[in-house]
C-alpha cells in the first residue's frame, strides 16, 4: 500500500493537472510581422506595374499595326477606310477600334493625309477620292467641330470656287470630307452621303 506522503503528492499532481485543463495559459497576441506585410504590398505593387506596362504594349502594338497598314503623320496614324458608309456608320466603325475619324490639326499633317487619301482612294473630280473628315456643324450650324466637339483651329475649305466658296451647304450638308486632290481642300456634304473614310489614331 503506498505511504500517505506518496498518495499526497498524486492528488496534488492531479488537482494541478486538472485546474490547467480547466483555464488553459493565455496566449500572447502574435505581432504581425510588418516586414512580411510590407513585402506583400511591394509585389502586388510590382505586378500591378507589370500589368499596366503590359497593357500599354498592347495598345502600342495595336498602334504599330495600324500605322503598319496606314500612314503615320507626326504623332498620329491614319488608316484608310475603303468600304462606303454613311457619316454616322463611319465614325461608329473607327471609335470601335479605338480611334476616330480623322482630323487633320496642321496644314502638313492635311496635305500628307491628302496625299496617303489619293494613294489610296483616287483624287478625281467625279467626287472619287473624298473621305469623311471628324469635323461637322451637326449641333450649331457654322460651327464646325471636331469628334470632341471643340471647335476646329485648322481647316482647308475650298473657298476658290467662284460662287460656291466652301463650306456651302447650309444645314443639309453638316459633315465634312476631304479631297484627294492636290491641296486635300475641304467640302460639306450631307451626312447621309456614302463615301469612304479616314480613321485617326493618336499615339501616346
Not at 121 to 126: I, T
Not at 128 to 144: F, I, P, Q, S
Amino acid at each position: 500500500m503506498a505511504s500517505r506522503p506518496a498518495l499526497l503528492l498524486l492528488g496534488v499532481l492531479l488537482l494541478v493537472g486538472a485546474s490547467q485543463q480547466q483555464s488553459p495559459a493565455k496566449r500572447k497576441p502574435l505581432k504581425k510581422d510588418s516586414g512580411k506585410d510590407d513585402a506583400v504590398e511591394q509585389l502586388q505593387k510590382q505586378i500591378d506595374d507589370i500589368v499596366t506596362d503590359l497593357n500599354v504594349l498592347k495598345e502600342l502594338q495595336a498602334l504599330q499595326t495600324v500605322c503598319l497598314k496606314g500612314v503615320k503623320i507626326n504623332s498620329k496614324c491614319f488608316l484608310f477606310q475603303p468600304l462606303l458608309k454613311r457619316y454616322h456608320a463611319a465614325s461608329d466603325d473607327c471609335n470601335a477600334m479605338g480611334g476616330a475619324l480623322g482630323s487633320p490639326a496642321t496644314g502638313d499633317e492635311n496635305r500628307q493625309l491628302a496625299d496617303y487619301v489619293r494613294q489610296n482612294a483616287g483624287g478625281g473630280g467625279d467626287g472619287d477620292g473624298e473621305v469623311w473628315l471628324g469635323v461637322n456643324d451637326m449641333v450649331t450650324e457654322g460651327r464646325w467641330v471636331d469628334q470632341t466637339g471643340a471647335s476646329v483651329a485648322y481647316n482647308n475649305w475650298d473657298v476658290s470656287s467662284p460662287g460656291a466658296p466652301q463650306p456651302d451647304g447650309g444645314p443639309s450638308q453638316n459633315c465634312a470630307v476631304l479631297s484627294g486632290a492636290p491641296g486635300g481642300k475641304w467640302f460639306d456634304e450631307s451626312c447621309r452621303d456614302a463615301k469612304p473614310s479616314v480613321c485617326q489614331f493618336n499615339i501616346v
